[in-house]
C-alpha cells in the first residue's frame, strides 16, 4: 500500500519560503513519477511541478518557474518542494501524487496516489 505523508506547509508572509515534503512509503518507487499539485478554496486542483523519481527530469508549471524547486532524497524517499519568494495567490493546500510509470504527468488523472495535503497560506 502506497502512502504519501505531506509536511512542512504553514503561514508565511510574502516573499518568504516554505518547504514542503512528501515523505513516501509501501513501494519501491524507481520507476514512479510524483507530482506536487494544490488546490485553492473554490478552485479546481491545478499542477505545480513534477519529475521523474530518478531526477532526470522535472517540470513546472509556468506560475512557479522560477520560483519553486522540486527535488528528491533517494535515501529518505521524500520528494521536497522548495518554494521561495512566495506569493499571497499561492496560497492552497499543497498535495504530493505519485504515478506508477515515470511520467512527468501535469493532469490529475496521470497519477495513481495522493497524500492528504499540506496548508499553505500566504499573506501580503
Known amino acids: 500500500q502506497v502512502q504519501l505523508v505531506e509536511s512542512g506547509g504553514g503561514v508565511v508572509q510574502a516573499g518568504g519560503s516554505l518547504r514542503l515534503s512528501c515523505a513516501a512509503s509501501?513501494?519501491?518507487?524507481?520507476?514512479?513519477?510524483m507530482g506536487w499539485f494544490r488546490q485553492a478554496p473554490g478552485k479546481e486542483r491545478e499542477f505545480v511541478a513534477s519529475?521523474?523519481?530518478?531526477?532526470?527530469?522535472?517540470y513546472y508549471a509556468d506560475t512557479v518557474k522560477g520560483r519553486f524547486t522540486i527535488s528528491i532524497d533517494n535515501a529518505k524517499n521524500t520528494v521536497y518542494l522548495q518554494m521561495n519568494s512566495l506569493k499571497p495567490e499561492d496560497t492552497a493546500v499543497y498535495y504530493c501524487?505519485?504515478?506508477?510509470?515515470?511520467?512527468?504527468?501535469?493532469?490529475?488523472?496521470?497519477?495513481?496516489?495522493w497524500g492528504q495535503g499540506t496548508q499553505v497560506t500566504v499573506f501580503s
Open positions: 501524487a505519485a504515478a506508477r510509470r515515470p511520467i512527468l504527468g501535469r493532469l490529475t488523472n496521470d497519477y495513481d496516489y
Open positions: 519529475l521523474r523519481w530518478s531526477g532526470a527530469s522535472i
Open positions: 509501501g513501494r519501491t518507487f524507481s520507476s514512479y513519477g
